[in-house]
């Protein structure tokens, strides 16, 4: 496997004055230690800003990304009534004086938004979250947070019993300002932990010290300074921006690097390495079930904004209402559930940003037709739940009502690898299930994630073209009816596919067994599929393998599944229901079911001879046996990767029928 890059640049918060002196150093100090060899990601991204796509043959989809956080320049008086002004500028800066407590009334209204100074300007500002929930917003409207800052609160789009929107064209946007050196806003759904006492236990037989501190005295949020009730007990604890392991045992019985949690007398107790004292740390406990939640926005644009540690979900759309809500730039990490979470919306879009270190899905759809999800890092989730009965993924959909999604350009990695509980098989790459017709994956690198690449769950009429899916711990693509009595015109074309624990393409009929129709008109073409470790490269049962009455209609033609070896293609069942298996190409394809006769599905039955697959570069050398031996599958398809692409900030896509006689297998194409 490759070495994998850890959290991407979570870069130096700042409070207000009067916060405990050690927080800004030990939030810089742990988000540090996560974010320094996230170097080569963050290069990535930050390179792509500047490059353009080749113009002539090449095509690039729309990106929207990446965005920067806006530079502010001097700003014209701009109206402020309490009520939302239609194209008003709402500021928020922690260090300015929360003169006006939660009150729609700004804290100063001659600030000036370069100087951070309440003089020699014209702006309002406020300086917590607290008063900026108070007021409903037009649209238009523009709520900007100071980089480099941090609030403890949660921002919500509910004034009294109602909420507010914007207009196509004028959304209102949640975003950023200061210069775009400076780290961006950060909204936590955490408090800080204080008043520790130690206390001797003896631990597997050995002395070890712990601490105890009440979680009712936790930091009060925003700018408030002062000591709250924890409205909800902690999911979460970390040291120095670290997750701690939770052991739900008892205070006595914890190792280093473990909390606990007392609900009977409101306590938490921790124990660091070397027993260290944690009041020489910054611990925080997660308490805001989010950190910004939207439940009857439309129009709104959320954009260059850090998410983080809260008890939840970082961003949650949580209504039918929320639709047209673009998430850009933004980093949600480290939340106890989601990163992003949007249910019963329509037309939401997330591009541009990371998810990372999430308690369960990276980002979570249900029911929420039309969403595009675009140009996104997305690593390391389900870093808690660890349940491969409830597994979890980078992207999860799901809902009768989701239909027509569309996963493009995205990097997602290692989810899964690094859940401190351990296990294995708990989180995939994409993982669709019961998620209504129509989903379109494409040009997405997908890898080392603890299940499968892809996986397609009592779905149909999905498209998944142009992925690299490779070194993931099941199968590389999985589509099966699971549950449903069929599973039908599933489109997998041109993708590669290499090195995946179980298997490469997998698909499969209903889960009790083949049933009348349970597979039709399933199409597998121009694929890449080999290396698999432990399993077949292509895999089709339960009808899938066109038994007759229970499956028909079901293509695999054009693939290269690599060279012939033992084993290396399931196809359905003998008489008496045991699994069959193929060790060349030509048996398979005289195999019942399948074409009929040698050389009948034109595989390319050849090592593909990629660039340097070891390396992670599926792209195909120049004597490549998969060079012009593809199908040409019309003008919706007809889009390959170039070998220059790098994700996601530039995702460069030629047209197969610019180049050769023919068109490639695999998710790359040569041009030259």
């Known amino acids: 496997m490759l070495?994998?890059?850890?959290?991407?640049?979570?870069?130096?918060?700042t409070e207000s004055p009067d916060r405990l002196e050690a927080d800004k150093a030990h939030l810089f100090s742990g988000y540090l230690m996560r974010s320094l060899a996230s170097a080569f990601v963050c290069l990535i991204v930050t390179a792509g800003h500047a490059q353009k796509p080749t113009v002539g043959p090449h095509v690039s989809f729309p990106v929207g990304f990446p965005i920067v956080s806006p530079i502010v320049s001097p700003i014209t008086s701009p109206t402020a009534p309490g009520s939302g002004a239609s194209g008003a500028i709402y500021y928020v800066d922690s260090t300015i004086p929360d003169i006006h407590v939660a009150s729609a009334t700004p804290d100063c209204s001659n600030y000036n938004p370069t100087t951070f100074h309440c003089s020699g300007g014209s702006a309002v500002v406020y300086a917590t979250i607290a008063d900026i929930n108070t007021i409903k917003f037009a649209?238009?409207?523009?709520?900007?947070?100071?980089?480099?800052?941090?609030?403890?609160?949660q921002l919500s789009d509910i004034v009294g019993s109602k909420g507010y929107s914007g207009l196509a064209g004028q959304p209102i946007t949640i975003g950023a300002y200061g210069s775009a050196n400076s780290p961006l806003p950060i909204i936590s759904g955490a408090n800080i932990v204080a008043s520790w006492a130690a206390q001797q236990v003896s631990a597997g037989g050995a002395a070890a010290t712990v601490y105890v501190a009440p979680y009712v005295t936790i930091h009060g949020a925003g700018n408030s300074h002062s000591s709250v009730l924890y409205a909800n007990a902690p999911n979460q604890v970390f040291v120095d921006g670290i997750r701690l392991t939770q052991n739900t045992s008892g205070y006595t019985s914890l190792a280093a690097g473990q909390w606990y949690l007392d609900t009977n007398n409101s306590n938490i107790w921790v124990r660091l390495i070397g027993d260290s004292n944690p009041g020489g740390h910054l611990i925080e406990a997660s308490q805001r079930d989010y950190c910004i939640e939207l439940y009857t926005a439309s129009y709104i644009s959320i954009v260059n904004l850090q998410t983080l540690n809260a008890n939840n979900t970082g961003i949650n759309l949580d209504n039918d209402?929320?639709?047209?809500v673009v998430i850009s730039g933004v980093v949600s990490d480290s939340n106890f559930s989601e990163g992003i979470a949007i249910l019963q919306s329509s037309n939401d879009t997330v591009k541009g940003s990371t998810v990372a270190y999430n308690g369960h899905d990276g980002i979570s759809v249900f029911d929420a037709p039309n969403v595009l999800i675009d140009g996104n890092i997305i690593h390391d989730n389900d870093e808690v739940f660890n349940n491969s009965a409830v597994p979890c993924a980078g992207i999860k959909g799901g809902g009768p009502a989701q239909g027509n999604a569309i996963v493009q350009r995205n990097l997602i990695y290692s989810n899964g690898a690094s859940s401190i509980a351990g296990s294995a098989l708990v989180a995939g790459g994409i993982d669709f299930d019961t998620s209504g017709p129509g989903a379109i994956i494409r040009y997405n690198k997908i890898f080392s994630n603890t299940k499968?690449?892809?996986?397609?769950?009592?779905?149909?009429?999905?498209?998944?073209?142009?992925?690299?899916?490779?070194n993931n711990g099941r199968y590389g693509i999985y589509a099966f009816a699971d549950g449903t009595l069929s599973m039908t015109n599933m489109q997998i074309y041109n993708n590669s596919v290499s090195s995946n624990q179980s298997g490469g393409v997998m698909l499969m009929g209903p889960a009790a067994g083949s049933a009348p129709g349970g597979c039709m008109n399933n199409i597998v073409v121009n694929n890449i599929v080999m290396s698999s470790l432990s399993g077949p490269n292509l895999a089709a049962?339960?009808?899938?393998?066109?038994?007759?009455?229970?499956?028909?209609?079901?293509v695999y033609s054009y693939n290269d599944f690599g060279p012939a070896s033992s084993n290396f293609i399931r196809w359905g069942v003998n008489s008496k229901n045991q699994t069959l298996f193929e060790s060349t190409y030509s048996a398979w394809e005289i195999?019942?079911?399948?074409?009929?006769?040698?050389?009948?599905?034109?595989?390319?039955?050849?090592?593909?001879?990629?660039?340097?697959?070891?390396?992670?570069?599926?792209?195909?050398?120049?004597?490549?046996?998969?060079?012009?031996?593809?199908?040409?599958?019309?003008?919706?398809?007809?889009g390959g990767l170039d070998a220059a692409s790098t994700w996601p900030a530039n995702v460069i896509i030629d047209d197969q029928n610019n180049y050769g006689g023919r068109w490639d297998i695999g998710a790359y194409m040569k041009t030259y």
């Open 3 to 13: 070495p994998l890059p850890p959290k991407c640049a979570i870069a130096t918060p």
């Open 139 to 153: 649209p238009g409207s523009q709520i900007l947070f100071r980089r480099g800052q941090i609030w403890r609160e």
């Open 321 to 324: 209402d929320d639709d047209n």
């Open 452 to 470: 499968d690449g892809i996986e397609l769950d009592a779905d149909f009429g999905d498209s998944v073209y142009g992925n690299v899916v490779f």
């Open 541 to 554: 049962w339960n009808g899938c393998e066109n038994p007759g009455a229970n499956g028909s209609g079901n």
């Open 591 to 638: 195999a019942a079911g399948n074409c009929g006769k040698a050389g009948c599905s034109h595989s390319v039955q050849a090592n593909p001879l990629f660039t340097n697959a070891p390396a992670g570069n599926f792209s195909l050398s120049a004597s490549s046996p998969a060079i012009d031996a593809g199908m040409n599958l019309g003008p919706v398809y007809e």
